[in-house]
């Protein structure tokens, strides 16, 4: 205590700390129960018919889907949280007291910024690191257990292999690792040089490489063009049969590093739907920076003491909870389809808010 004495945090820092941070944490225990009830009503006929073992539904599954809902919505716990045992204090008169005490508004802010820094730190680590492995396992339950109609195909592929070759196939099974009606092309200073078109394309496991049947190759060199065909050619390219899987499904369970990494690889094969990995990537940092955004917001709303009570704070935090929500789900859209760029995307939401809250907190009581 003498330490924190001497740093700063006194006793009223102390006290408002602990309510942030014990009311998040009972916020979080709460909805994680209730969420967990709605995904056993959900996925009752899949458990019926598969019969998955307890012990495997609960160390396999449910242990890893309570840090999956808890990162998904937790910028929402920290916004009702606070809001919640906030209004508690107005309607005690709590928080007249504390002002009329001399503290400065600022200076009663300080342990609400100290306890969304504590919330920060451990989510910014969550979410980049610990939330991504916990959402592997969940997904994989979900893929042995649950989805029966599982994605075998991809349609339309276009690939960029490196600067100057790229390749288009009409389709890619992953079960039989082939795709049907290849276009492999080479340019040189911005020329085609080389095109290969082939009926089947298919994985060689023990060369490990491609093998080309039904293939028609077109040689260019400026003045005509040569023709080769053929039954089957072996060719090397820079892609395995896992890189064809769509991976926007599993994005959430790719730690920072690997998103990085998948992200300059896409980007390097020209595909479209990089913006996906992006706006999860920028949204594992901006999440946590929100909750700063969303603890002064909670307070500007509920520092006041209102005749509704505790009930009327809750009924404004729900309605902009659903707001912020909104928002979210929209820009993110946005984002993900390449209508605004990723990080610009995520931003909006929070950045709006944040200024709503300057707004709030200036009319606020003091």
């Known amino acids: 205590m003498k330490f924190l ?49 307890l012990s495997v539904l609960i160390f396999d599954y449910y242990i890893w889907f309570i840090p999956y ?49 504590i919330l920060f730190v451990t989510f910014l680590i969550l979410n980049t690191q610990f939330l991504p492995i916990c959402d592997r396992y969940r997904l994989e339950f979900e893929e042995n257990w649950i989805r029966e109609n599982k994605v075998t195909q991809n349609n339309n592929i276009y690939n960029m292999l490196n600067d100057s070759n790229l390749i288009h196939m009409e389709s890619f ?15 040189a200073n911005g020329k085609l040089v080389d095109r290969i078109y082939a009926n089947r394309l298919s994985w060689n496991r023990q060369k490990q490489c491609w093998t080309l049947e039904g293939y028609t190759r077109r040689v260019f060199n400026g003045v005509g063009e040569s023709i080769y065909k053929g039954d089957k050619m072996d060719t090397v390219l820079s892609l395995k049969p896992d890189e064809f899987f769509e991976k926007t499904k599993v994005v959430s369970s790719m730690t920072n590093p690997e998103l990085n990494s998948y992200i300059r690889k896409e980007t390097e094969k020209g595909n479209a739907k990089v913006s996906i990995f992006k706006v999860e990537l920028y949204k594992r940092t901006v999440i946590p920076i929100a909750f700063f955004v969303l603890t002064l917001l909670a307070v500007a709303v509920s520092s006041g003491k209102s005749r509704g009570g505790v009930g009327f704070h809750l009924g404004i935090g729900i309605a902009l909870t659903f707001a912020y929500l909104l928002l979210i789900q929209i820009f ?20 709006l808010f944040f200024f709503i809250a300057m707004i709030l907190l200036k009319r606020a009581p003091k």
């Open 5 to 53: 004495d001497k740093i700063g945090i006194g006793i009223y820092d102390r006290y408002i700390i602990g309510k942030y941070l014990q009311t998040f944490f009972y916020s979080v225990l709460l909805f994680t129960f209730i969420a967990i009830f709605i995904d056993i009503s959900e996925k009752m006929d899949d458990f019926i018919k598969r019969k998955p073992p």
């Open 69 to 117: 809902f808890m990162g998904l919505f937790s910028s929402v716990f920290i916004f009702l949280s606070t809001l919640f045992f906030n209004s508690k204090l107005a309607q005690n008169t709590e928080i007249i007291a504390i002002l009329n005490s001399g503290l400065t508004y600022k200076r009663f802010l300080k342990p609400y910024l100290i306890g969304a820094t």
């Open 173 to 187: 099974n992953y079960i039989d690792s082939s795709g049907f009606n290849v276009n492999l092309e080479s340019f």
């Open 332 to 351: 993110n859209t946005a984002g993900n389809t390449g209508v605004l760029t990723p990080w610009i995307a995520v931003w909006i939401p929070p950045v």
